[in-house]
Protein backbone atom coordinates (compact mmCIF):
# COMPACT_ATOMS: atom_id res chain seq x y z
CA UNK A 1 0.00 0.00 0.00
CA UNK A 2 2.06 3.36 -1.36
CA UNK A 3 1.13 6.24 -3.01
CA UNK A 4 1.93 4.86 -6.27
CA UNK A 5 -1.13 2.76 -6.70
CA UNK A 6 -3.38 2.84 -9.12
CA UNK A 7 -6.50 3.34 -7.96
CA UNK A 8 -9.79 2.78 -9.96
CA UNK A 9 -12.83 4.08 -9.23
CA UNK A 10 -16.37 2.61 -10.72
CA UNK A 11 -19.29 5.48 -11.04
CA UNK A 12 -18.71 8.91 -11.11
CA UNK A 13 -21.36 10.07 -9.15
CA UNK A 14 -21.75 11.87 -5.70
CA UNK A 15 -19.47 9.11 -3.69
CA UNK A 16 -17.36 8.32 -6.30
CA UNK A 17 -16.08 11.94 -7.14
CA UNK A 18 -15.94 12.82 -3.73
CA UNK A 19 -13.74 9.75 -3.00
CA UNK A 20 -11.64 10.11 -6.09
CA UNK A 21 -11.17 13.99 -4.72
CA UNK A 22 -10.20 12.58 -1.30
CA UNK A 23 -7.84 10.14 -2.71
CA UNK A 24 -6.44 12.56 -5.32
CA UNK A 25 -5.43 15.24 -2.28
CA UNK A 26 -3.67 11.93 -0.44
CA UNK A 27 -1.78 11.53 -3.46
CA UNK A 28 -2.76 8.04 -5.02
CA UNK A 29 -2.98 7.94 -8.77
CA UNK A 30 -7.13 7.62 -9.10
CA UNK A 31 -8.81 6.48 -12.96
CA UNK A 32 -12.49 6.65 -12.28
CA UNK A 33 -15.34 5.39 -15.09
CA UNK A 34 -18.57 6.09 -15.04
CA UNK A 35 -21.22 5.33 -17.31
CA UNK A 36 -23.12 8.33 -18.28
CA UNK A 37 -21.78 11.75 -20.15
CA UNK A 38 -20.22 14.00 -18.72
CA UNK A 39 -23.33 15.64 -16.73
CA UNK A 40 -21.48 19.13 -17.28
CA UNK A 41 -21.63 19.17 -20.89
CA UNK A 42 -25.32 18.18 -21.07
CA UNK A 43 -28.34 18.51 -19.57
CA UNK A 44 -29.33 15.66 -16.92
CA UNK A 45 -32.99 14.54 -17.57
CA UNK A 46 -35.97 15.64 -15.14
CA UNK A 47 -37.69 13.11 -13.05
CA UNK A 48 -34.76 10.64 -12.34
CA UNK A 49 -33.35 12.41 -9.18
CA UNK A 50 -35.04 13.51 -5.89
CA UNK A 51 -33.58 16.80 -5.06
CA UNK A 52 -30.82 16.45 -2.06
CA UNK A 53 -31.50 17.10 1.37
CA UNK A 54 -28.02 18.94 2.37
CA UNK A 55 -26.90 18.55 5.88
CA UNK A 56 -24.38 18.57 8.86
CA UNK A 57 -22.75 15.46 7.71
CA UNK A 58 -22.42 15.99 3.98
CA UNK A 59 -20.99 19.38 5.47
CA UNK A 60 -18.21 17.71 6.97
CA UNK A 61 -16.96 16.46 4.23
CA UNK A 62 -16.67 18.90 2.41
CA UNK A 63 -14.58 20.30 5.12
CA UNK A 64 -12.45 17.56 5.01
CA UNK A 65 -11.66 18.50 1.42
CA UNK A 66 -11.48 22.26 1.41
CA UNK A 67 -15.25 22.61 -0.30
CA UNK A 68 -16.82 24.36 2.38
CA UNK A 69 -17.57 27.62 1.00
CA UNK A 70 -17.91 26.46 -2.73
CA UNK A 71 -20.43 24.45 -1.64
CA UNK A 72 -22.52 27.07 0.04
CA UNK A 73 -24.08 29.22 -2.67
CA UNK A 74 -25.38 26.12 -3.65
CA UNK A 75 -27.34 25.77 -0.84
CA UNK A 76 -30.74 26.87 0.14
CA UNK A 77 -31.45 26.78 3.50
CA UNK A 78 -34.54 25.08 4.81
CA UNK A 79 -35.96 25.54 8.51
CA UNK A 80 -38.55 23.28 8.76
CA UNK A 81 -41.06 21.45 7.16
CA UNK A 82 -44.39 23.20 6.05
CA UNK A 83 -46.92 21.25 6.86
CA UNK A 84 -50.20 21.44 4.00
CA UNK A 85 -53.52 20.22 5.35
CA UNK A 86 -55.93 18.82 2.48
CA UNK A 87 -57.93 22.70 3.11
CA UNK A 88 -54.50 24.13 2.09
CA UNK A 89 -53.82 25.65 5.79
CA UNK A 90 -50.30 25.48 6.43
CA UNK A 91 -48.10 25.06 9.66
CA UNK A 92 -44.49 25.22 9.63
CA UNK A 93 -42.40 22.57 12.01
CA UNK A 94 -39.13 23.68 12.72
CA UNK A 95 -36.59 21.06 12.49
CA UNK A 96 -35.20 22.12 15.53
CA UNK A 97 -35.47 24.20 18.85
CA UNK A 98 -32.08 25.65 18.32
CA UNK A 99 -32.40 28.54 15.60
CA UNK A 100 -28.69 27.60 14.17
CA UNK A 101 -29.75 24.22 12.82
CA UNK A 102 -31.22 23.44 9.40
CA UNK A 103 -31.14 21.45 6.50
CA UNK A 104 -30.50 23.00 2.71
CA UNK A 105 -32.08 22.13 -0.27
CA UNK A 106 -28.85 21.59 -2.99
CA UNK A 107 -29.21 20.44 -6.77
CA UNK A 108 -27.63 16.97 -7.40
CA UNK A 109 -26.26 18.04 -10.79
CA UNK A 110 -23.90 21.47 -9.50
CA UNK A 111 -22.88 19.31 -6.38
CA UNK A 112 -22.10 16.45 -8.62
CA UNK A 113 -20.32 18.76 -11.13
CA UNK A 114 -18.54 20.68 -8.19
CA UNK A 115 -16.61 17.36 -7.14
CA UNK A 116 -16.08 16.30 -10.71
CA UNK A 117 -14.07 19.87 -11.54
CA UNK A 118 -11.95 19.53 -8.25
CA UNK A 119 -11.14 15.99 -8.34
CA UNK A 120 -9.71 16.86 -12.45
CA UNK A 121 -8.36 19.52 -11.77
CA UNK A 122 -5.90 17.31 -9.78
CA UNK A 123 -2.67 15.91 -11.92
CA UNK A 124 -3.34 12.68 -10.69
CA UNK A 125 -7.00 11.99 -11.08
CA UNK A 126 -8.03 10.99 -14.24
CA UNK A 127 -12.15 10.82 -15.23
CA UNK A 128 -13.47 8.70 -18.64
CA UNK A 129 -17.00 9.34 -19.26
CA UNK A 130 -19.56 6.77 -21.46
CA UNK A 131 -17.45 3.66 -19.89
CA UNK A 132 -20.23 1.07 -18.79
CA UNK A 133 -18.80 -1.62 -15.67
CA UNK A 134 -19.68 -4.64 -17.35
CA UNK A 135 -18.45 -7.11 -14.80
CA UNK A 136 -15.42 -6.67 -12.27
CA UNK A 137 -12.72 -9.58 -11.65
CA UNK A 138 -12.85 -9.14 -8.06
CA UNK A 139 -9.68 -11.96 -7.42
CA UNK A 140 -7.55 -10.02 -10.11
CA UNK A 141 -8.47 -6.41 -9.81
CA UNK A 142 -9.83 -6.06 -13.10
CA UNK A 143 -12.82 -4.31 -14.33
CA UNK A 144 -14.63 -4.77 -17.79
CA UNK A 145 -16.22 -2.15 -19.43
CA UNK A 146 -18.59 -1.17 -23.00
CA UNK A 147 -17.48 1.96 -24.68
CA UNK A 148 -20.19 3.90 -25.66
CA UNK A 149 -18.77 6.11 -28.22
CA UNK A 150 -16.24 3.19 -29.99
CA UNK A 151 -18.87 0.40 -29.05
CA UNK A 152 -15.44 -1.58 -27.77
CA UNK A 153 -15.29 -3.56 -24.91
CA UNK A 154 -12.34 -2.22 -22.41
CA UNK A 155 -10.77 -4.07 -19.50
CA UNK A 156 -8.69 -2.20 -17.09
CA UNK A 157 -6.30 -3.21 -14.25
CA UNK A 158 -5.72 -1.31 -10.81
CA UNK A 159 -4.20 -1.92 -7.28
CA UNK A 160 -7.60 -1.41 -6.12
CA UNK A 161 -10.98 -0.99 -7.18
CA UNK A 162 -13.84 0.80 -5.73
CA UNK A 163 -17.59 0.10 -6.40
CA UNK A 164 -19.19 3.59 -5.84
CA UNK A 165 -21.58 3.06 -8.64
CA UNK A 166 -24.90 3.04 -7.10
CA UNK A 167 -27.75 1.01 -6.08
CA UNK A 168 -27.33 -1.10 -9.53
CA UNK A 169 -23.53 -2.01 -8.66
CA UNK A 170 -21.34 -3.88 -10.91
CA UNK A 171 -19.14 -4.63 -8.53
CA UNK A 172 -21.88 -5.84 -5.97
CA UNK A 173 -23.50 -8.28 -8.65
CA UNK A 174 -20.02 -9.21 -9.48
CA UNK A 175 -19.78 -10.38 -5.89
CA UNK A 176 -23.04 -12.14 -5.98
CA UNK A 177 -23.02 -13.97 -9.28
CA UNK A 178 -19.19 -14.83 -8.76
CA UNK A 179 -19.81 -17.06 -5.65
CA UNK A 180 -15.93 -16.96 -4.46
CA UNK A 181 -16.77 -16.22 -1.24
CA UNK A 182 -19.62 -15.93 1.30
CA UNK A 183 -22.02 -12.63 0.03
CA UNK A 184 -25.13 -11.59 1.99
CA UNK A 185 -27.48 -9.47 -0.21
CA UNK A 186 -31.14 -8.15 0.44
CA UNK A 187 -33.07 -5.82 -1.88
CA UNK A 188 -36.15 -4.79 -0.14
CA UNK A 189 -38.91 -2.51 -2.44
CA UNK A 190 -41.74 -0.07 -0.74
CA UNK A 191 -44.99 -0.77 -1.66
CA UNK A 192 -44.68 3.08 -2.82
CA UNK A 193 -42.88 4.31 -6.05
CA UNK A 194 -41.76 8.31 -6.75
CA UNK A 195 -42.93 10.13 -9.47
CA UNK A 196 -40.94 13.72 -9.63
CA UNK A 197 -42.61 16.69 -10.99
CA UNK A 198 -42.24 20.66 -10.37
CA UNK A 199 -43.61 23.98 -9.85
CA UNK A 200 -41.82 26.45 -11.89
CA UNK A 201 -40.97 29.92 -11.03
CA UNK A 202 -43.25 32.98 -10.78
CA UNK A 203 -43.63 35.21 -13.34
CA UNK A 204 -41.30 37.75 -11.45
CA UNK A 205 -38.90 34.68 -10.95
CA UNK A 206 -39.26 34.50 -7.41
CA UNK A 207 -40.70 31.49 -5.42
CA UNK A 208 -44.74 30.61 -5.78
CA UNK A 209 -44.78 29.36 -1.86
CA UNK A 210 -42.35 29.84 1.47
CA UNK A 211 -39.06 29.33 -0.16
CA UNK A 212 -37.47 28.10 3.44
CA UNK A 213 -38.65 25.02 3.76
CA UNK A 214 -39.76 21.43 2.67
CA UNK A 215 -43.27 21.42 2.03
CA UNK A 216 -45.31 18.37 2.62
CA UNK A 217 -48.76 17.54 2.03
CA UNK A 218 -49.20 14.14 4.25
CA UNK A 219 -52.46 12.26 3.62
CA UNK A 220 -51.70 8.93 5.57
CA UNK A 221 -51.03 6.33 2.98
CA UNK A 222 -49.34 9.07 0.61
CA UNK A 223 -47.66 12.31 0.31
CA UNK A 224 -46.18 15.38 -1.77
CA UNK A 225 -43.17 16.75 -0.83
CA UNK A 226 -41.81 19.90 -2.44
CA UNK A 227 -38.09 21.55 -2.50
CA UNK A 228 -37.09 24.75 -3.40
CA UNK A 229 -34.16 25.20 -6.14
CA UNK A 230 -32.58 28.40 -6.71
CA UNK A 231 -34.27 29.78 -9.69
CA UNK A 232 -37.34 30.12 -8.24
CA UNK A 233 -38.49 27.03 -8.88
CA UNK A 234 -39.54 23.56 -6.53
CA UNK A 235 -38.76 19.99 -7.75
CA UNK A 236 -41.83 18.42 -6.32
CA UNK A 237 -42.39 14.56 -5.46
CA UNK A 238 -45.31 12.21 -5.46
CA UNK A 239 -45.02 8.95 -3.27
CA UNK A 240 -47.41 6.54 -4.13
CA UNK A 241 -48.35 3.38 -3.89
CA UNK A 242 -48.58 1.48 -7.39
CA UNK A 243 -51.33 -0.82 -6.71
CA UNK A 244 -53.10 -0.06 -3.44
CA UNK A 245 -55.91 2.81 -2.56
CA UNK A 246 -58.46 4.25 -4.39
CA UNK A 247 -55.57 6.35 -6.51
CA UNK A 248 -52.45 4.46 -7.21
CA UNK A 249 -49.95 4.92 -9.87
CA UNK A 250 -51.25 2.09 -12.03
CA UNK A 251 -54.56 3.22 -12.36
CA UNK A 252 -53.74 7.19 -12.90
CA UNK A 253 -53.34 6.90 -15.87
CA UNK A 254 -55.46 9.57 -17.58
CA UNK A 255 -55.51 13.23 -17.29
CA UNK A 256 -58.97 13.15 -16.13
CA UNK A 257 -57.66 11.07 -13.28
CA UNK A 258 -54.88 12.90 -12.30
CA UNK A 259 -56.36 16.14 -11.98
CA UNK A 260 -59.25 14.69 -10.32
CA UNK A 261 -57.08 12.80 -7.69
CA UNK A 262 -55.05 16.39 -7.11
CA UNK A 263 -58.21 18.25 -6.98
CA UNK A 264 -59.23 16.12 -4.21
CA UNK A 265 -56.15 15.87 -2.06
CA UNK A 266 -53.69 18.43 -3.44
CA UNK A 267 -56.14 21.01 -4.57
CA UNK A 268 -53.54 23.95 -2.73
CA UNK A 269 -50.24 22.38 -4.84
CA UNK A 270 -52.57 22.23 -7.99
CA UNK A 271 -52.88 26.13 -8.00
CA UNK A 272 -49.29 26.07 -8.40
CA UNK A 273 -48.46 23.59 -11.05
CA UNK A 274 -50.28 24.38 -14.20
CA UNK A 275 -47.35 22.22 -15.82
CA UNK A 276 -48.82 18.85 -14.26
CA UNK A 277 -50.10 17.10 -16.43
CA UNK A 278 -46.86 17.40 -18.82
CA UNK A 279 -45.02 16.61 -15.89
CA UNK A 280 -46.87 13.49 -15.41
CA UNK A 281 -46.91 11.51 -17.99
CA UNK A 282 -43.51 12.51 -19.16
CA UNK A 283 -41.45 11.85 -16.24
CA UNK A 284 -41.07 8.03 -15.31
CA UNK A 285 -42.21 5.93 -11.90
CA UNK A 286 -39.66 4.57 -10.44
CA UNK A 287 -39.31 2.09 -7.60
CA UNK A 288 -38.19 3.00 -3.61
CA UNK A 289 -35.77 0.31 -2.31
CA UNK A 290 -33.10 -0.32 0.83
CA UNK A 291 -30.15 -2.40 -0.16
CA UNK A 292 -28.21 -4.30 2.40
CA UNK A 293 -25.08 -6.07 2.08
CA UNK A 294 -21.50 -8.26 3.01
CA UNK A 295 -18.88 -7.77 3.60
CA UNK A 296 -18.15 -4.68 1.04
CA UNK A 297 -14.36 -6.06 0.38
CA UNK A 298 -13.19 -9.09 -1.26
CA UNK A 299 -9.79 -8.99 0.87
CA UNK A 300 -7.25 -6.14 -0.12
CA UNK A 301 -8.85 -5.67 -3.87
CA UNK A 302 -11.85 -4.38 -4.19
CA UNK A 303 -14.74 -2.21 -1.57
CA UNK A 304 -17.94 -1.34 -1.56
CA UNK A 305 -19.09 2.67 -0.75
CA UNK A 306 -21.75 4.32 -0.52
CA UNK A 307 -25.33 3.31 -2.23
CA UNK A 308 -23.62 0.11 -4.26
CA UNK A 309 -22.84 -0.74 -0.20
CA UNK A 310 -26.09 0.50 1.63
CA UNK A 311 -28.90 2.18 -0.78
CA UNK A 312 -31.70 3.06 1.31
CA UNK A 313 -35.20 4.94 0.70
CA UNK A 314 -35.01 8.77 1.06
CA UNK A 315 -36.99 9.85 3.67
CA UNK A 316 -34.77 11.05 5.91
CA UNK A 317 -32.61 13.32 3.89
CA UNK A 318 -29.23 10.85 4.55
CA UNK A 319 -28.68 9.22 1.52
CA UNK A 320 -26.00 11.48 0.21
CA UNK A 321 -24.71 12.62 3.65
CA UNK A 322 -24.38 8.96 4.52
CA UNK A 323 -22.39 8.21 1.84
CA UNK A 324 -20.10 11.53 2.14
CA UNK A 325 -19.70 10.46 5.35
CA UNK A 326 -18.31 6.89 4.14
CA UNK A 327 -15.82 8.99 2.96
CA UNK A 328 -14.96 10.89 5.98
CA UNK A 329 -14.74 7.66 7.53
CA UNK A 330 -12.70 5.75 5.12
CA UNK A 331 -10.19 8.52 5.42
CA UNK A 332 -9.42 8.06 9.10
CA UNK A 333 -8.13 4.21 8.68
CA UNK A 334 -5.64 5.73 5.97
CA UNK A 335 -3.14 7.62 7.90
CA UNK A 336 -1.25 4.58 9.29
CA UNK A 337 -2.37 2.14 7.16
CA UNK A 338 -0.40 -1.21 6.50
CA UNK A 339 -2.29 -2.70 3.52
CA UNK A 340 -5.55 -2.19 2.14
CA UNK A 341 -7.14 -5.28 3.41
CA UNK A 342 -6.78 -4.02 6.83
CA UNK A 343 -8.27 -1.01 6.10
CA UNK A 344 -11.04 -2.21 4.51
CA UNK A 345 -11.89 -4.65 7.56
CA UNK A 346 -11.51 -1.92 10.02
CA UNK A 347 -13.45 0.34 7.68
CA UNK A 348 -16.42 -2.11 7.21
CA UNK A 349 -16.71 -3.20 10.70
CA UNK A 350 -17.27 -0.02 11.76
CA UNK A 351 -19.44 1.59 9.63
CA UNK A 352 -22.07 -1.21 8.66
CA UNK A 353 -23.91 -0.83 11.99
CA UNK A 354 -24.48 2.99 11.67
CA UNK A 355 -25.58 2.46 7.60
CA UNK A 356 -28.04 -0.40 8.78
CA UNK A 357 -29.39 2.10 11.20
CA UNK A 358 -30.07 4.76 8.78
CA UNK A 359 -31.36 2.16 6.10
CA UNK A 360 -33.97 1.59 9.38
CA UNK A 361 -34.48 5.32 10.39
CA UNK A 362 -35.28 5.98 6.76
CA UNK A 363 -37.61 3.91 6.76
CA UNK A 364 -39.44 5.01 10.13
CA UNK A 365 -39.26 8.93 8.77
CA UNK A 366 -41.41 7.11 5.67
CA UNK A 367 -44.33 6.60 7.86
CA UNK A 368 -43.86 9.88 10.10
CA UNK A 369 -43.81 12.01 7.20
CA UNK A 370 -46.70 10.82 5.09
CA UNK A 371 -49.06 10.36 8.07
CA UNK A 372 -47.98 11.18 11.96
CA UNK A 373 -46.76 14.97 10.73
CA UNK A 374 -50.77 15.39 11.18
CA UNK A 375 -51.77 13.09 14.24
CA UNK A 376 -51.91 15.86 17.27
CA UNK A 377 -49.79 13.68 19.67
CA UNK A 378 -47.15 13.79 17.21
CA UNK A 379 -47.38 17.36 17.19
CA UNK A 380 -47.45 17.66 20.92
CA UNK A 381 -44.44 15.29 21.16
CA UNK A 382 -42.83 17.74 18.19
CA UNK A 383 -43.49 21.02 20.20
CA UNK A 384 -42.67 19.50 23.23
CA UNK A 385 -38.67 18.45 21.61
CA UNK A 386 -38.67 21.87 20.41
CA UNK A 387 -39.59 23.66 23.50
CA UNK A 388 -36.62 21.71 25.12
CA UNK A 389 -34.04 22.27 22.65
CA UNK A 390 -34.76 26.04 22.69
CA UNK A 391 -34.25 26.27 26.72
CA UNK A 392 -31.93 23.14 27.25
CA UNK A 393 -29.49 23.37 23.99
CA UNK A 394 -26.77 21.51 24.97
CA UNK A 395 -28.57 19.09 27.16
CA UNK A 396 -31.24 17.71 24.52
CA UNK A 397 -31.48 16.60 20.94
CA UNK A 398 -34.77 14.88 19.60
CA UNK A 399 -34.14 11.90 17.09
CA UNK A 400 -34.06 14.14 13.77
CA UNK A 401 -31.62 16.58 15.54
CA UNK A 402 -29.00 13.32 16.60
CA UNK A 403 -29.70 12.17 12.77
CA UNK A 404 -29.42 15.19 11.03
CA UNK A 405 -27.33 17.79 13.84
CA UNK A 406 -25.11 15.53 15.24
CA UNK A 407 -22.36 14.81 12.54
CA UNK A 408 -20.23 13.34 15.36
CA UNK A 409 -22.58 10.72 16.74
CA UNK A 410 -22.76 7.51 14.87
CA UNK A 411 -26.02 6.68 13.38
CA UNK A 412 -26.59 3.92 15.56
CA UNK A 413 -26.04 5.84 18.67
CA UNK A 414 -28.59 8.43 17.41
CA UNK A 415 -31.05 5.77 16.32
CA UNK A 416 -31.43 4.35 20.15
CA UNK A 417 -31.20 7.09 21.60
CA UNK A 418 -33.71 8.76 19.42
CA UNK A 419 -36.27 6.08 19.62
CA UNK A 420 -35.78 5.76 23.27
CA UNK A 421 -36.50 9.21 24.09
CA UNK A 422 -39.81 8.92 21.30
CA UNK A 423 -40.75 6.18 23.03
CA UNK A 424 -40.92 8.02 26.16
CA UNK A 425 -42.22 10.94 25.57
CA UNK A 426 -45.42 9.44 23.74
CA UNK A 427 -46.00 7.60 26.67
CA UNK A 428 -45.74 10.15 29.17
CA UNK A 429 -47.96 12.12 26.93
CA UNK A 430 -50.32 9.78 26.25
CA UNK A 431 -50.66 8.82 29.81
CA UNK A 432 -50.99 12.93 30.83
CA UNK A 433 -47.56 12.21 32.43
CA UNK A 434 -46.11 15.23 30.87
CA UNK A 435 -47.92 18.28 28.54
CA UNK A 436 -46.93 21.59 27.21
CA UNK A 437 -48.58 24.80 26.88
CA UNK A 438 -47.70 28.43 25.99
CA UNK A 439 -47.93 28.66 29.81
CA UNK A 440 -45.09 26.30 30.63
CA UNK A 441 -42.47 27.65 32.07
CA UNK A 442 -38.84 27.15 32.06
CA UNK A 443 -38.84 25.40 35.94
CA UNK A 444 -41.52 23.32 34.53
CA UNK A 445 -39.68 22.37 31.58
CA UNK A 446 -36.31 21.42 33.53
CA UNK A 447 -39.10 18.97 35.37
CA UNK A 448 -40.07 17.63 32.43
CA UNK A 449 -36.69 17.17 31.03
CA UNK A 450 -35.53 15.27 34.00
CA UNK A 451 -38.64 12.88 33.26
CA UNK A 452 -38.33 12.08 29.75
CA UNK A 453 -34.17 11.34 30.54
CA UNK A 454 -34.95 8.91 33.34
CA UNK A 455 -37.45 7.03 31.42
CA UNK A 456 -35.24 6.94 28.52
CA UNK A 457 -32.50 6.06 30.49
CA UNK A 458 -34.84 3.04 31.64
CA UNK A 459 -35.82 1.82 28.30
CA UNK A 460 -32.19 2.02 27.44
CA UNK A 461 -31.51 -0.38 30.41
CA UNK A 462 -34.12 -2.54 29.34
CA UNK A 463 -32.94 -3.15 25.85
CA UNK A 464 -29.50 -3.38 26.97
CA UNK A 465 -30.87 -6.41 29.43
CA UNK A 466 -32.66 -8.02 26.83
CA UNK A 467 -29.86 -8.13 24.44
CA UNK A 468 -27.89 -9.87 26.85
CA UNK A 469 -30.17 -12.57 27.78
Excluded at 52 to 67: E, N, P
Excluded at 120 to 132: G, M
Excluded at 221 to 238: E, H, K, R, Y
Amino acid sequence: MTKKDNILIVGAGLCGSLLALRLGQRGYNISVYEKRPDLRKIDISAGRSINLAFSDRGIKAMKLVGLEEKVKPLCIPMNGRMLHDVAGNTVLAPYSGREHEYINSISRGDLNALLLDEAEALPNVTIYFNHKSTEVDFENSIAHFYQYETKSEVSKKADVIFGTDGAGSSLRKSYYLGKKFLFSFSQDYLTHGYKELSILPAKNGGYKVFKNALHIWGRGDFMLIALPNLDGSFTVTLFLSYAEGEYNFNNLTTKEKVLEFFTTYFKDALELMPNLIDDFFENPTSPLGTVKCSPWHYKGNTLLMGDSAHAIVPFYGQGMNASFEDVVEFDKYLDDAQDWESVFKAFEKSRKIDTDAIADLAIDNFHEMKGHVNNAIFREKRNLEMALEKNFPTEYSSKYSLVTFNENIGYYKAMTQGRAQDKAMLNMIADHDISISEKTSKEELAAILKKVQTETENILEEDRIAKNM
